[in-house]
């Protein structure tokens, strides 16, 4: 069956820690990768997203997520966090022959100030 | 902003009552997904209309669960005879266009709580 797995369901820094969180999913065909936050109070938002080119993808806030294919990986990093980056990240994965996107459990990150 | 707009924010309802679940996409979107969250875990997929089509319903869990987008844009999620294990938040999500490729923009759910 499908899946998306994050490795970490709970992760605890002090700000300017480095950043990552673990993402693998099980498809062996084409994809599109997704890294979602949900800050507390808030709706699920897009944090980047991977199609195709450069497997280094930037995204809002100073995240980063590295596309590995042959580990079928697209783990999320930041290099020194702040305390606003207190959220829950979820992983996404779409696969191109389907419609629905696969979300990860999430990981949810707490950052002491 | 014109964000995706869900109503009602919380929904307490007894075992066995019906209830219904509505969402506002964003206007001129296409796609619109549903979504259950149980606590601790991500979202999972329920059912995925293109305009007014249900074009994927793979995700709904029973026959108790019914959605419709019958003109294509505001949207209603029905779980009849409700079950504890109903108990969640429900995702509405739309994008501008099909394909995957396309970022969903969610909305703030449903929480959903069953006696």
């Known amino acids: 069956a499908q899946s998306v797995s994050q490795h970490n369901h709970h992760v605890i820094l002090s700000e300017a820690a480095s950043l990552e969180l673990g993402c693998n999913y099980s498809?062996?065909?084409?994809?599109?990768l997704f890294w979602y936050v949900q800050y507390p109070g808030q709706h699920l938002q897009l944090l980047l997203k991977y199609f195709s080119g450069d497997p280094l993808v930037k995204g809002i806030k100073g995240f980063e997520a590295e596309f590995i294919k042959s580990k079928f990986s697209f783990n999320l990093r930041k290099p020194s966090v702040q305390w606003s980056d207190t959220a829950e990240y979820f992983c996404a994965v779409h696969e191109n022959r389907d419609d629905k996107i696969i979300f990860g459990k999430g990981t949810r990150l707490h950052i002491l100030p | 902003g014109a964000g995706v707009s869900q109503s009602p924010r919380y929904k307490v309802a007894k075992r066995g009552q019906d209830v219904a679940l509505r969402c506002d996409p964003i206007?001129?979107?296409?796609?619109l997904f549903w979504y259950q969250q149980a606590l601790g875990q991500g979202p999972e997929f329920l059912t995925y209309?293109?305009?007014?089509?249900?074009?994927?319903k793979s995700g709904l869990p029973s026959d108790r669960f019914f959605a419709e987008r019958p003109e294509g844009s505001v949207s209603t999620l029905k779980i009849q005879r409700t079950q504890q294990e109903d108990s969640a938040v429900y995702l509405c999500a739309s994008s501008l266009r099909p394909g995957g490729t396309q970022p969903q923009h969610f909305g703030d759910g449903t929480r959903l709580s069953i006696l």
């Open positions: 209309f293109q305009n007014e089509a249900q074009l994927d």
């Open positions: 498809y062996g065909g084409t994809v599109n």
């Open positions: 206007s001129g979107h296409v796609s």
